[in-house]
Nanobody, 127 residues
Framework: QVQLAESGGGLVQPGGSLNLSCEGA?????????VGWFRQAPGKDREGVSC???????????TYADSVKGRFTISRDNAKNTVLLQMNDLKAEDTAVYYC????????????????WGQGTQVTVSS
């Protein structure tokens, strides 16, 4: 079965940095899957933060939500079975539970396209 585990969340001050990691476990391999990071703040819908989508069997370049462009960077290492999210210049509005997700298709960076999810890791940006 697909097993994903996020880690690296915590409390940081505005302007700080934090790196999140998503690791596959239980024999799951990221190879051939689209991967993405999503977040959900209290009272708000889950939204796409950054994804590496797949279309017609080909991996596309990373995409980012407008709110995080220039501040966040997604990367993947299939050999290590990990997906990373580097977050810089964090703002209070980045506070949310961050989820890692994968899918065999992952056509777009929207929760609709993703079937497999981790449990989430809390990121809190506050003075």
């Amino acid at each position: 079965q697909v097993q994903l585990a996020e880690s690296g969340g915590g409390l940081v001050q505005p302007g700080g940095s934090l790196n999140l990691s998503c690791e596959g476990a239980g024999g799951f391999s990221f190879y051939g899957y689209a991967v993405g990071w999503f977040r959900q703040a209290p009272g708000k819908d889950r939204e796409g933060v950054s994804c590496i989508s797949r279309r017609n069997g080909y991996e596309e370049s990373p995409t980012y939500a407008d709110s995080v462009k220039g501040r966040f960077t997604i990367s993947r290492d299939n050999a290590k079975n990990t997906v990373l999210l580097q977050m810089n210049d964090l703002k209070a509005e980045d506070t949310a539970v961050y989820y890692c997700a994968v899918d065999r298709r992952g056509n777009d960076c929207h929760p609709y396209w993703y079937d497999y999810w981790g449990q989430g890791t809390q990121v809190t940006v506050s003075s």
